[in-house]
């Protein structure tokens, strides 16, 4: 649907004729997010200060039209798509890391700045920004701040929530206000702690201050591999109760390794039916300990063999491996579903061969990848969009894991937010009550409900029939990267 | 019978006569700041408590939720107070998963029971406010009091899951969840936690608990100025260390801690000497890593004398470290007690200002500098002939711009009554105060959890 008129020359005026893009062809570009479902924008807009911001919102207001923020367009449940049309506006041009104070270990940043690219500029002061989504090298700080985001190593770090101090809000009436600061504990309510994971419903960020953690002084990697997937759910279960806590400990089953190594030659071995990719890092001796007992509970485990990472390369490859999954597996399915549960650790074992039995019932091919350190599960059900059949099945097949991952006391989410994926699912986890609340909430800061419409809450307000809609996973060349090209 | 009395009478026919009072002897340990409730109740279980807040409610009766009392003085004199309501009755363990380190748990239980009950599993929740061994779990967070572990663990909003609680309406309200991860939903607990019970009453804290280290030693040197003290923590800090604690201690709050006779027993502590405290722990390779680098560090940094802490008596100095800026406040009753938040690289200026302001208003200034970027500071009004109160203001108003100064906030946590009437406790306004006075419409329209204590007024 083309936008009016007279509010494309408005925005023109307002950011001149490179920061704003209208045409079709050019909006085909911004209907997808990191996954897909499609909803098009009616106009992609790049603001370079956040008094552009404030002028984008003031008018979205005046004209009543939605407005949805974006960053890199990485994001997994579709929480930076315009679900109702109106404008997008996608932060690409406010990138700049605006301070770094490395005595007092705090940068601020705009949301545009690219997750790795503050790491990588506070590196020379032995500092590092903690989060590491799978897609740090391209999504961006802003859009981890809207979901809250984790990764592999938020294990030990804590997610986004546990390193941002302080923002810069532009509120849907286009007022700017400061919350939090540089320094913990600001007087009054934790208000970082509401907007931090709020995915994009409640204001626009504009400045982001967070935390610098000091990198460590010793790190191993460790690679374990087992003949049964059951052996290595039990390790992770044996480790997490002995009270060891690693930097990371993802789990790839056999079908993952294998998709992923004739793509990443991380040296996966291709034989085995999962493998434990296990990091410690501290002190030299904290390591030191830690790597010990970590192998000794692998070995106990029934581990075939576990490999400790010679240098930083063999380190790297065996990331790379991890961190590229999901792009080796869209090489071998037209399309796949990633799911995001998250159970007790006990129930890792279990969970795995209900996933599997769920997958086998609906015919359904699925590898499994899991943020097995902190229960965090993202199975990949395969399938083929041309097949209306598969795909039903897939849709099935997926709220049964998440059924299954309520009904043991876990959550329908652990990092990737709810968005417009899971937004239906929501009963399932929260009575009526407290979505009341958390409704009053959103309704509070964003009264007209333009800012991001048409995620995070349900539809329909009874618990009747759940309908979801999976957004698709694309094979290969999924357009993910489309968010960060910028307008010629 | 006015509507608030036929509430009160409700409220006991829902709560039970044994778990109502309305008895002089009893509301008056529910005293705050010289208001006191028309009554006291102990609901029995959640369901009752619900239909209490929504009785209240009905009738705008302004409740404030109690635990072990330990901190009722904490935050501004209440607008209105007619009920306090105890968590008492709500004290069980509702769940726990030592094998995924997650724990459920009531608001009512108090903090040190449950810590034992950890402790048979070899874990533990990594909080340690001032107050222990008394204190419930409700009271912690809703004060969000943290201690010297901190430094190490953050405070609960890191480790805290999910929370119920009782909204104003009358309901049993949730966020969050029980497992390590989860970002479905707003998280509202965020918002309870440190609200002073302004927002509603929580029930039900959901944890992440941590494994006790096998092993520890507390390292700590002493120096004869500040800034020797100041160098030796930003060594630590810029040092691959990862201590679990981190304190640097004013020659007056290191009396009070009784560190001149651990330090040197049966020796001269010079006047004057400033203070430096470590924790380390983790495996025995660990805590002897950290000690060996702490005496290097120390000796570049100049210390007159170093120690090193283990068991028991260890234990019970990080416990006096805790309680000392509150239990300095009641050696005399005008002691008042400041938690100022600011960036290490200003401590230097910013305790400057601090000892000058307590020294042109003729008072001890005591001072405990925690790792992350927190100074306790206490002011004792020395003896004279003019009147304590308008001196601690004036004080007060010194610390709030030295703190702003220094790119951080002040605020007032425990003062006597007539201060708070002479000084806002929560230091001058921000430019976030009306997100948070909606934030607060948004909870309690009506306006009957904690009227008046929390922020402003609210």
Partial sequence: ?488 | MSLSDAALVKLEALAGPENFSAEWEEVVQYDIDGETPSAVVTPPAVEALAEMVRVAAEARLALVPAGEKTKLDFGGIPDRYDVAVRTAALNRVLAYDPGDLTLSVEAGINLAELQKRLAEHKQFLPLDPPFAPRGTIGGILAANSSGPLRHGYGTARDFTLGLEFVSEEGTRARSGGRVVKNVAGYDLHKLMIGALGSLGIITVANFRTFPQPPASATLGASFLGREGALALRRAIAESPLQPRALEVVSPRMARLLNLPNVMAPGREFPEGQWSLLMAAAGHAQVVQRHSFDFRGMAEAAGAAGWFNLEGAPETALWQRVANAPYEMATISEADTVMKITALPAAYGPLLDALERAAEEKQMSAGMLIRGPGVVHLTLTPDESHQPAVPRLAAACHAVFDAAARAGGRALIERCPTELKRAVSIWGPPRQDLALMQQVKRTFDPRSIFSPGRFLAGI
């Fill in chain 1, 1 to 488: 649907m083309p936008m009016n008129a007279a509010i494309l020359r408005e925005l023109e005026a307002l950011l001149g004729a490179e920061g704003v893009l209208s045409k079709p062809t050019d909006l085909l570009m911004y209907e997808y997010d990191g996954s897909v479902e499609e909803a098009r924008p009616e106009v992609v807009v790049f603001p370079s200060s956040t008094e552009q911001v404030v002028g984008i919102v003031q008018l979205a207001a005046r004209h009543q039209v939605p407005l949805v923020g974006r960053g890199a367009g990485t994001g997994l449940s579709g929480g930076a798509l315009a679900r109702q049309g109106g404008i997008l506006t996608v932060f690409a041009r406010m990138n700049r890391i605006l301070e770094i104070d490395t005595e007092n270990q705090r940068a601020v940043v705009q949301p545009g700045v690219v997750n790795l690219d503050l790491s990588r500029a506070v590196d020379h002061a032995g500092l590092f920004f903690a989060p590491d989504p799978s897609s740090q090298k391209s999504c961006t700080i802003g859009g981890n701040v809207a979901e809250n985001a984790g990764g592999p190593h938020t294990l030990l770090y804590g997610v986004t929530t546990n390193h941002v101090l302080g923002l810069q809000l532009v509120l849907p009436s286009g007022e700017v206000v400061g919350i939090g600061g540089k320094t913990v504990d600001t007087p009054g309510y934790d208000l970082n702690g509401l907007f931090v994971g709020s995915e994009g419903t409640l204001a626009m960020v504009t400045e982001i201050t967070v935390r610098l953690l000091r990198k460590p002084e010793a790190v191993k990697t460790l690679l374990a591999i087992y003949e049964t997937a059951d052996d290595a759910t039990q390790t992770v279960v044996e480790i997490t109760g002995r009270g060891i806590t690693p930097a990371a400990c993802e789990m790839l089953d056999g079908w993952t390794l294998r998709a992923v190594e004739a793509f990443a030659h991380a040296g996966f071995p291709l034989d085995s039916a999962a493998v434990l990719l296990i990091e410690v890092d501290g002190l030299r001796e904290t390591v030191e300990a830690q790597a010990r007992d970590i192998e000794e509970v692998c070995k106990l485990c029934r581990a075939r063999e576990v490999r400790r990472a010679r240098d930083d390369r063999e380190r790297e490859l065996l990331w790379k491996g991890r961190k590229n999954a999901f792009g080796a597996v869209g090489r071998l399915s037209p399309s796949y579903y990633v799911q995001d549960g998250v159970i007790p650790r006990t129930r890792l074992p279990e969970t795995l061969r209900k996933i599997d039995d769920i997958c086998r019932r609906y015919n359904i091919e699925v590898g499994n990848i899991f943020h097995a350190g902190d229960g965090n599960l993202h199975p990949m059900l395969l399938f083929d969009l041309r097949s209306k059949e598969q795909f039903d099945n897939v849709v099935r097949a997926a709220n049964e894991i998440m059924a299954y991952c309520i009904s043991v006391g876990g959550s329908i989410t652990g990092e990737h937010g709810v968005g417009m994926e899971k937004n239906e699912l929501m009963p399932l986890l929260f009575s009526e009550a407290d979505l009341a609340l958390m409704r009053r909430v959103r309704d509070t800061f964003n009264p007209t409900g333009l800012l991001n419409p048409a995620k995070l809450f349900p539809s329909t307000k009874g618990c009747g029939e759940i309908r979801v809609q999976p957004l698709v996973q694309p094979g290969a060349g999924a357009p993910a990267a489309a968010g960060a090209a910028r307008p010629a």
